[in-house]
């Protein structure tokens, strides 16, 4: 996600018009409750195979964060965050297992091949 900044500074993000898209998708699905963020990672490698894998888990991040500024502490528009923050960590721990037994890890569709040892993401 080129340009995007996170944390403090996440009501900023910019970027490409694909990493936008990608985090507006991110955004929608983590807001559709109470399960939408279930195919949220199955459904961006579907939608940008091409991507860097990388871009997955900034764009989730990236939304995750733009929801927090959205709303404040007790909503329930937080626990959309709350999955985006599991789901962008399980993404990396992902992309850890795929470089640790040497699989292809650059990009999102190199995950659903990896879901053909372990379909987690898959079955979600």
Known sequence: MTGAKTGAMAGAVTGTPGDLDRMQFAIEHLLDAPDGWRPLVREM???????PAGEVILA???????????????SP????????WRLAALVGADLCAMAA????????GDMARYWKIDPWFRDL
């Open 45 to 51: 490698v579907a939608r940008w195979p091409e991507a």
């Open 60 to 74: 989730i991040v990236a939304a995750a964060t733009e929801i927090e500024q959205m709303f404040g502490p007790g």
């Open 77 to 84: 528009s937080r626990e959309g965050a709350a999955q985006g």
């Open 101 to 108: 037994v040497g699989l292809p890890h650059v990009t999102a």
